[in-house]
């Protein structure tokens, strides 16, 4: 327990745009341990795609700056083929459009069998064949023989994500990055989606870096959650820490626009403006302060860090201190239109 | 008398093939529908996908054809039953869509977007058209300097009140918002939300709110229709819904929501083992040999469920 998988120091991954270099992922830290699950929440926007494809080295015109160790060694400096020994083997990933992510052409259970022989050339066809036929079990799929030979058109939405995930698990990864694995599935396709997960890091005691900007998923599934805004890592908590005691301006705010169960029939939170695009960031301060016009610019810090107040509770910059709703003040909702 | 009433709505699309393109057989979307909504309130539509809902809401305001059933509105009957179609339901009835990527034309300036519908149905100087969609625009919180640019200058929120801007331009009665936040961010969704709750008091209008957030309807309806291969499973008030489900198959929807305390997870994870168990243990049971659900049964005043007959 307790073992340290991924750490990744400072990783910054900037897309050039016309002739600039804009950051989608800035100066990211943070650690994944064995059988646990770290949830990177966030809105569209906020890079938290862009650092599971950086974690995966499958950006290909990207500038990365920083470090992603896996056990001890730096991937981020590896070339392609040493990073390939990797990839699909010790290091899984789940997709978030699985239509996108099946080859069209080919049956599914081919493709699955692609990356055993990717991996094990040595297998033989027979017991790989048998390997397939055993993932696609695991993963609940019905009749596997039968679905083996389909094509990914064949299959439903929540029976490709399966198809997909057996892909990313077929060779016992141990850190599994999953990327919204459940964005555009049914509630109850969703349930078995994440029961799967679950049971997979609870088997292979894997680490799991879990995607998602849903926050129901992340109260259902992680162990930490880290908290994306803007390219940055805005808080970084255990889920129980999180869900109770939230300090971010931005964390509180996302979680006051969630309908939920006790606050039924009351108004939303709402966050005023709207997300910076990646060009126009503030390159200066905090990225926050934007959107919380009505606190002080003195609570701001000129170059916002991570400051822990807990052990294991970082938050950025310090207008947490001084942070309120604006209805606290002024007694009473307001919102965009007047 | 209810404001909107639909009475054994049917909608099958038919299956071709063969080799004269025959009629082979019907995929059956609504499989009589009864619903009725009061003015002034929100009625939840829910279901997974391929449930029927869309096709209901769309079926309602006559984008899709309908099989048989009718539907009344303020008591007279606006499709089925004979009527071609009532002129001028469509200024009363509006739609807001899914996606508001999709749902604009790329091509219009926000202009032409809003006025659209008021040039169908006034006669307008273009100066007069001008303002009101101005005022349209306030009214959604975008800044009337906006009415020149177009829907790609936008973000995801702006978009979907530049949908509903256009749906409340002939100012109609009836609502019927198809997933309308679905493809928005949570903070987003929460604008957008609240919003649709602020118009609905201003100007007294009466929602169809289809989704398969169980927690987005909750927040939102007075009453909830659940759906399943095109028929009812249950029907009730938002509480007769969620705090004493009938049918087995509404009970493993609520199930499925996620919980927002991680305290809880152990157990959740045994009760939802349990109802999972239900459900497949008496499947047979509540769908008949098809895998639908039986007709509707009164459990109380307002609540309705497809249990099967007793014995």
């Known amino acids: 327990m307790n073992e340290e998988l991924l750490r990744i120091e400072n990783l910054t991954t900037s897309f050039r745009i016309l002739d600039d270099y804009y950051a989608a992922v800035d100066d990211v830290s943070l650690t994944v341990r064995k059988n646990e699950i770290l949830a990177i929440v966030g809105e569209s926007g906020s890079g938290k795609s862009a650092l599971a494809f950086s974690i995966m080295g499958l950006h290909t015109r990207a500038r990365i700056e920083g470090s992603i160790f896996y056990k001890g060694q730096d991937i981020a400096a590896l070339p392609p083929s040493k990073l390939n020994k990797l990839r699909g083997n010790e290091l899984g990933m789940i997709f978030q459009d699985p239509l996108s992510a099946l080859n069209p052409l080919m049956v599914v259970g081919s493709q699955i069998e692609e990356v055993i022989l990717l991996h094990h050339p040595k297998v033989s066809a027979k017991e790989r064949k048998r390997k397939v ?82 926050l129901g998923v992340v109260a259902e599934m992680a162990d930490r959650v880290a908290v994306m805004y803007a390219g940055q890592i805005v808080e970084i908590a255990d889920i129980y820490t999180l869900l109770s005691d939230a300090r971010h301006p931005y964390t509180r705010s996302l979680l006051q626009s969630i309908p939920s169960a006790g606050s039924a029939k009351s108004r939303l939170h709402v966050i005023q403006g709207i997300v910076p695009s ?24 000129e170059q916002p860090g991570m400051h822990e107040i807990a052990p294991g509770h970082f938050v950025r910059c310090t207008c947490y201190k001084s942070f309120r709703f604006p209805d606290q003040k002024e007694g009473g909702a307001r919102h965009a239109i007047s | ?189 929460a604008q957008v939300l609240n919003f649709l709750k602020d118009i609905q008091k201003q100007l007294k209008l009466t929602y169809l709110f289809i989704s398969h957030d169980l927690g987005i309807i909750r927040h939102m309806c007075d009453h909830i229709g659940i759906m399943y291969k095109g028929r009812y499973v249950e029907q009730g008030t938002t509480a007769d819904i969620f705090e004493n489900p009938q049918h087995i198959y509404t009970k493993r929807l609520i199930t499925a929501i996620p919980d927002m305390d991680p305290s809880k997870r152990e157990r959740l994870i045994k009760f939802r083992e349990a109802v999972k168990a239900e459900y497949e243990q008496a499947y047979e049971q509540y769908f008949d040999e098809e895998g639908l659900a039986y007709p509707l049964r009164p459990v109380s005043k307002t609540h309705l469920a497809a249990l099967p007959e007793k014995g």
């Open chain 1, 133 to 214: 036929i055993d993932l696609l079990t695991k993963v609940g799929i019905p009749r596997p023989e039968h679905t083996y030979e389909l094509f990914p058109h064949e299959l439903s939405g929540g029976m490709r994500q399966r198809i997909v995930i057996a892909i990313a698990i077929a060779n016992e990864p141990k850190l599994l990055i999953a990327d919204e694995p459940t964005t555009a599935l049914d509630v109850t396709i969703q349930l078995q989606i994440l029961e799967l997960i679950r049971r997979l890091k609870n088997d292979s005691e894997a680490g799991v870096v879990l995607i998602t900007h849903d």
């Open chain 2, 1 to 189: 008398m209810p404001f909107l009433e639909v009475q054994d709505l049917k909608v099958h699309f038919p299956v071709r093939g063969g080799i004269f393109n025959r009629k082979l057989r019907s995929i059956k979307a609504v499989d009589g529908i009864r619903l009725a909504i009061e003015q002034g309130q929100t009625y939840g539509l829910v279901g997974e996908s391929g449930s029927g809902k869309t096709t209901t809401g769309r079926a309602i305001i006559g984008l899709n054809p309908i099989t048989s059933g009718t539907v009344l509105f303020e008591g007279k009957p606006i499709l089925g039953g004979g009527v071609r179609s009532r002129p001028g339901f469509r200024r009363d009835i509006q739609m807001i869509f899914q996606d508001p990527y999709s749902s604009l034309n790329p091509k219009k300036r926000v202009l032409d977007i809003v006025a659209e519908p008021l040039r169908n149905f006034e006669k307008l100087s273009a100066q007069e058209e001008r303002r009101r969609v101005q005022q349209l625009l306030e009214q959604v919180g975008l800044s009337p300097e906006t009415i020149h640019k177009y829907p790609h200058e936008f973000s995801g929120g702006q978009r979907q009140r530049i949908g509903i801007a256009r749906a409340i331009a002939l100012k109609p009665k009836l609502i019927i918002a198809d997933e309308p936040v679905s493809a928005l961010d949570v903070s987003v969704q």
């Open chain 1, 278 to 301: 990646l060009q126009n960031l503030p390159r200066q301060g905090c990225r926050f302060r934007t959107r919380i016009p009505w606190i002080d610019e003195s609570a701001h810090e």
